[in-house]
């Protein structure tokens, strides 16, 4: 992501989210970078909808519109699922996607599987990924 680009949604977090604290703002800025280096990495057709009022992202793609929440384990805090399922309906979502961000070289897989299946991420979530953030590269687990 160009540095012009990156500058350009800060701000624009910093314009619509002033209600939110310095950290929150920091989380939302990250959570829309992972957002648009994912886009540009899976497919750029993707459409965003909306980013700013929850954790998972509402996207279009040929006329379906998803959530996509971003999770990276380094950084993990508490998942609530259900809150997850609460919200694909009241948004009208045909498919959740919950993707792990990760930035090491090196993946651990095992280390999501065990997780997905002690979250049961693959009850709630339609798709799963693997998004190496620095490679630019995504691997579907589900």
Same mark, same amino acid.
């Given at each position: *992501?160009?540095?012009?680009? &990156?500058?350009?949604?800060?701000?624009? =977090?910093? #314009?619509?989210?002033?209600? *939110?604290?310095?950290s929150q703002q920091e989380?939302?800025? =990250?959570?829309?970078?992972?957002?648009? #280096? &994912? =886009?540009?990495?899976?497919?750029q057709s993707l459409k965003v909808i909306d980013y700013i009022n929850h954790p998972i992202n509402i996207i279009e793609e040929n006329g379906v519109k998803k959530g996509i929440?971003?999770?990276? *384990?380094? #950084?993990? #805090?508490?998942?609530?699922i259900y809150e997850s399922e609460l919200f694909k309906n009241h948004h009208n979502i045909q498919e959740l996607w919950f993707v792990f961000v990760e930035e090491d070289n090196i993946s651990q897989v095992e280390k999501y599987v065990? &997780? =997905?299946? &002690?979250?049961?991420?693959?009850?709630?979530?339609?798709?799963?990924? *693997?998004?190496n953030f620095f490679q630019s590269t995504i691997k579907a687990i589900k």
């Open positions: *992501m160009e540095l012009t680009v &990156f500058q350009k949604l800060a701000e624009q =977090i910093t #314009h619509e989210c002033y209600f *939110m604290t310095d989380e939302k800025v =990250i959570q829309l970078i992972d957002l648009h #280096h &994912f =886009i540009e990495s899976y497919n929440l971003f999770y990276d *384990m380094k #950084h993990s #805090h508490a998942l609530d065990d &997780f =997905i299946q &002690f979250n049961a991420i693959d009850t709630f979530y339609d798709r799963v990924f *693997m998004f």
